[in-house]
Structure formats: structure tokens, C-alpha cells
């Protein structure tokens, strides 16, 4: 059997249970939206930093990549709502060691995790502008069907100010202007071809 190939399957095998790990925030958010999970939201995270890269001038690659890692640790640790994380410590450094070892470019993985963790370089800072985004469009679509809970987080903007860079604030701004089924709209029609 070829190791090589056996150790990428079983990351990808561990990769898959990120659908199946609830996002901590529905219990402050008083919700039961099961389609939220660590898997969905990281799917709209990638779109999202890949077009901030493209908005900053800067490597899409890197940051499209820091975007499919940012939450890869709570396959094993679970996430933690900002509650949770006054009193929990994890241990993502060791955690992605562990998810990573023997897996061909982990050096490479690695060192992209731990850059997006220092948050130092541009790219870091955008991929979790993505996060924190995502986080404020959740939360849009929350809002938008009467979550009071949502409506209030929304209200201080705490998330928007953490921020870095212009375009992330650009498109926080707008998220809030506009409806989140507004996408179709234009494109609805009750013709058939």
C-alpha cells in the first residue's frame, strides 16, 4: 500500500467531520440552524478571502489556502463560541502538528497555519478578514428572519471593527445594506424554457 496515499485519504476522511462539528455560536444566537457547521462556513470563507486578496493586490493563493486551514483544529477540538473561549485552552499549534504529520507538504501546512495564527503578514490578516466576514453575513441572515440575538451583535459592529483591511470594511458596509436573498431577485422568474 502506497503510505503516501493512505495518510492524504485519512486527512481527508478527517477533513469530512468538519460537517458534522455544530458551530458553538447557535447557543448565544439562541439557534438551532443545523445547515450552519464548521465545513459551510469555511466554504464561504474561501470565496470570501480569495476576492479580498484580489481586492488588495495580494497572493489569493496563500490566502484561499490559510482559508481551508483556519478552522481545520476543531475537527478535534470542537468550536468555541467567545464564552467558551474565556475559560478553554486549545492547543491548535499541537492539534495541526497531529492532523498534519506524515501528510505530503505538512512543512508547508504548517507554516501556512502558523502564519495565519501570528496574523503578520497581509495575507494572514485578509484570511481572517474572510472569517470575521462570514461571521457578519451569518449573522445578516440571522437578523434578517428575526433572530433578536443576531440583530443586537449586529448593532455594535464589534465585528467590523476588527477589520484590517479597507476592502473587508467595504464589504461589511454593504453587507448591511443589502437584503441576503436580494442575489436572486433579478434572476427569479416563474417562466420555464
Not at 482559508?67 to 468555541?80: I, V, W
Not at 491548535?92 to 501546512?109: F, G, H, M, R, Y
Not at 495575507?123 to 472569517?131: F, G, I, P, Y
Not at 458596509?173 to 431577485?185: D, F, L, M
Amino acid at each position: 500500500m502506497n503510505i503516501k496515499i493512505n495518510k492524504i485519504v485519512n486527512f481527508l476522511f478527517e477533513v469530512g467531520t468538519l460537517r458534522k462539528v455544530a458551530r458553538a455560536h447557535r447557543q448565544i444566537l439562541l439557534t438551532n440552524d443545523f445547515t450552519d457547521n464548521i465545513s459551510s462556513h469555511s466554504f464561504r470563507v474561501v470565496y470570501i478571502g480569495y476576492f479580498l486578496a484580489k481586492l488588495e493586490k495580494s497572493d489569493s493563493e496563500k490566502v484561499v489556502l490559510m482559508c481551508l486551514m483556519h478552522d481545520l483544529p476543531e475537527a478535534r477540538s470542537n468550536d468555541q463560541n467567545w464564552v467558551h473561549k474565556k475559560y478553554v485552552k486549545v492547543f491548535e499549534e499541537e492539534i495541526i502538528k497531529d492532523q498534519l504529520a506524515n501528510v505530503p507538504e505538512e512543512k508547508e501546512l504548517i507554516e501556512l497555519a502558523r502564519e495565519y495564527a501570528e496574523r503578520k503578514t497581509k495575507e494572514a490578516r485578509l484570511a481572517k478578514d474572510a472569517d470575521l466576514i462570514d461571521q457578519i453575513m451569518l449573522l445578516r441572515e440571522y437578523e434578517w428572519v428575526g433572530n433578536k440575538e443576531a440583530e443586537i451583535w449586529l448593532e455594535g459592529k464589534e465585528q467590523e471593527k476588527r477589520l484590517f483591511s479597507k476592502s473587508a470594511k467595504k464589504l461589511a458596509k454593504e453587507i448591511y445594506t443589502q437584503k441576503p436573498g436580494s442575489w436572486w431577485n433579478n434572476i427569479w422568474t416563474a417562466k420555464r424554457r
